[in-house]
């Protein structure tokens, strides 16, 4: 078991990666904006769950087998740009609330009361397919976790996902805080159908430059 002193140390390195800009946290700033503050967390809540998964493909020894084959790295980014490159086309194409005003008067800021149990369920899912088609993730993950396991105090698998849990647990904190201002200032700006119809373009806009960067990202 990793000591406290290296858990504390872990865990501030984690805060100031997931506060650095980058493919995820803007992907919830952008959802949590345009969709309200559940959303943004349903999203930072499938984000972890891929997290997850990552970890026990290092803990495992199988992230050493992916980032070895080009194949599997180039076929994973470009589903991934297509996947960014889908949601580009559908928030360019979303359509503006008939009445933003009352709309967003009616969400009150918590989070647009009109997002139904199924649609969080399916930003949990979008979230997750957006981590797992990202291959720089996994090998991010293959180099950052082994580095702060110790050989000298037990087996390296098991500390591997201890320091993916302390992980998952300073990304959800800093991408749910990111999630829950940006859906405020998302009320805000929803009241306005115009800076609805603005909105929902910038976002798509948004998509396409992390398809565009995924799709081009070397290993």
Same mark, same amino acid.
Do not use: E
């Given at each position: 078991?990793?000591?406290?002193?290296?858990?504390?140390?872990?865990?501030?390195?984690?805060?100031?990666l997931?506060?650095?800009?980058?493919?995820?946290?803007?992907?919830?700033?952008?959802?949590?904006?345009?969709?309200?503050?559940?959303?943004?967390?349903?999203?930072?809540?499938?984000?972890?769950?891929?997290? &997850? &998964?990552?970890?026990?493909?290092?803990?495992?020894?199988l992230? %050493? &087998?992916?980032?070895?084959?080009?194949?599997?790295?180039?076929?994973l980014?470009?589903?991934? %740009?297509?996947?960014?490159?889908?949601?580009?086309?559908?928030?360019?194409?979303?359509?503006?609330?008939?009445?933003?005003?009352?709309?967003? %008067?009616?969400?009150?800021?918590?989070?647009?009361?009109?997002?139904?149990?199924?649609?969080?369920?399916?930003?949990?899912?979008?979230?997750?397919?957006?981590?797992?088609?990202?291959?720089?993730?996994?090998?991010?993950?293959?180099?950052?976790?082994?580095?702060?396991?110790?050989?000298?105090?037990?087996?390296?698998?098991?500390?591997?996902?201890?320091?993916?849990?302390?992980?998952?647990?300073?990304?959800?904190?800093?991408?749910?805080?990111?999630?829950?201002?940006?859906?405020?200032?998302?009320?805000l700006?929803?009241?306005?159908?115009?800076?609805?119809?603005?909105?929902?373009?910038?976002?798509?806009? &948004?998509?396409?430059?992390?398809?565009v960067?995924?799709?081009?990202?070397?290993?």
């Open positions: 078991m990793p000591t406290f002193q290296s858990l504390l140390a872990f865990f501030g390195v984690a805060v100031l997931a506060l650095s800009p980058g493919p995820d946290n803007l992907f919830v700033l952008m959802q949590s904006i345009q969709r309200g503050w559940r959303v943004g967390i349903a999203v930072v809540v499938g984000l972890c769950l891929g997290v &997850v &998964v990552h970890t026990t493909a290092v803990a495992l020894g992230a %050493a &087998v992916f980032a070895a084959s080009s194949i599997a790295f180039t076929v980014k470009w589903c991934g %740009a297509a996947y960014l490159a889908y949601l580009a086309w559908g928030a360019w194409r979303a359509p503006v609330a008939a009445d933003a005003s009352a709309g967003g %008067a009616a969400a009150g800021g918590s989070g647009r009361a009109d997002i139904a149990g199924k649609d969080l369920l399916v930003m949990v899912r979008r979230g997750v397919v957006m981590n797992l088609t990202n291959p720089k993730v996994l090998i991010f993950f293959l180099a950052f976790l082994p580095q702060f396991a110790d050989p000298n105090i037990g087996p390296v698998g098991p500390q591997i996902f201890v320091f993916g849990a302390v992980f998952i647990l300073a990304a959800f904190l800093v991408f749910g805080a990111i999630a829950l201002f940006s859906g405020a200032f998302g009320n700006l929803l009241r306005s159908p115009r800076a609805q119809f603005w909105l929902n373009k910038i976002t798509a806009v &948004v998509f396409v430059g992390l398809a960067k995924l799709a081009t990202a070397q290993r």
